[in-house]
């Protein structure tokens, strides 16, 4: 069965690294919170300098946890420079709680408590156990391209806890998806696109043999769409936060939105 046919309808919610308007983004906290309030999970994977794949965005530390603050980690601060039990020791949650980047009244009645970085296996773990929907998203970082080896690992982690049908593997990288999908043919995927997209989409998106395209917000048009859907692929947009935008997509033949907002 493939990712989308478990769905009865097609105006689908996908929790944007987690439930991230109330929880710091991509913790197990944002996950687990976003659990019944959407259809399927959006989260993001790196691999750390030993070889564990993790929940993490951004290639560098500073932005989302007190890297800064702790003994043996250094200028440029790049995730791909530490191993999992080094990063272990971060805190991902704080700067969320001073911050508060989505300004909601709601988030500021929650417990502070310090969230750590959690592994790909630990969210497959409670995937399997909560039987949920997954969209991971595999990061590019420039200091640390992907191996055979590692798409290795988290096909065969997918593999291990039985979410072969339950998983969408998406990247902005499109040579990660396919050698996803060479590795695992059976495995749903989905090409990301932000600013612009190559002039022979359909010929391109087939030759990258994806199931569905991921697009900003901005490239989503009702003739854009139209055709995609035509040729047989999913069309799910990125970020939207606004309710009406949100219904106006759907109505343009939208599969699923990604949003911050549950």
């Not at 929940?55 to 191993?83: M, Q, W």
């Not at 200091?143 to 291990?160: A, G």
């Not at 695992?184 to 087939?206: M, N, Q, V, W």
Request: glycine share 2%; aromatic share 12%.
């Amino acid at each position: 069965m493939k990712f989308f046919s478990h769905f009865k309808n097609s105006h689908l919610l996908a929790a944007h690294r987690g439930y991230r308007a109330l929880y710091p983004e991509n913790s197990m906290l944002a996950i687990k919170k976003s659990i019944g309030k959407c259809d399927f999970i959006e989260f993001d994977i790196q691999f750390t300098k030993d070889n564990v794949p993790i929940v993490f965005h951004d290639d560098k530390l500073l932005r989302t946890s007190n890297a800064k603050e702790i003994k043996g980690f250094k200028k440029p601060y790049n995730l791909c420079d530490y191993t999992y039990k080094q990063l272990k020791k971060l805190d991902i949650s704080s700067w969320f709680y001073k911050k508060d980047p989505f300004f909601q009244e709601e988030r500021l009645k929650q417990p502070k408590k310090i969230e750590r970085i959690v592994t790909l296996e630990e969210v497959l773990k409670l995937a399997s156990n909560e039987d949920l929907l997954l969209n991971i998203e595999i990061k590019y970082n420039s200091c640390h391209i992907l191996s055979q080896k590692q798409f290795e690992i988290i096909v065969n982690l997918i593999h291990h806890y039985t979410r072969e049908n339950h998983v969408i593997i998406s990247s902005f990288e499109h040579s990660y998806v396919s050698a996803i999908k060479n590795l695992s043919p059976k495995l749903s995927t989905a090409a990301l696109a932000h600013e612009k997209y190559p002039k022979d989409l359909i010929g391109y998106l087939k030759n990258l043999k994806v199931d569905a395209y991921h697009i900003n917000q901005r490239l989503a048009t009702k003739k854009l769409i139209k055709l995609l859907k035509k040729e047989g692929f999913v069309v799910n947009v990125y970020t939207v936060n606004d309710k009406n935008k949100q219904e106006k997509l759907f109505s343009y033949g939208v599969t699923a939105v990604f949003t911050d907002f549950l």
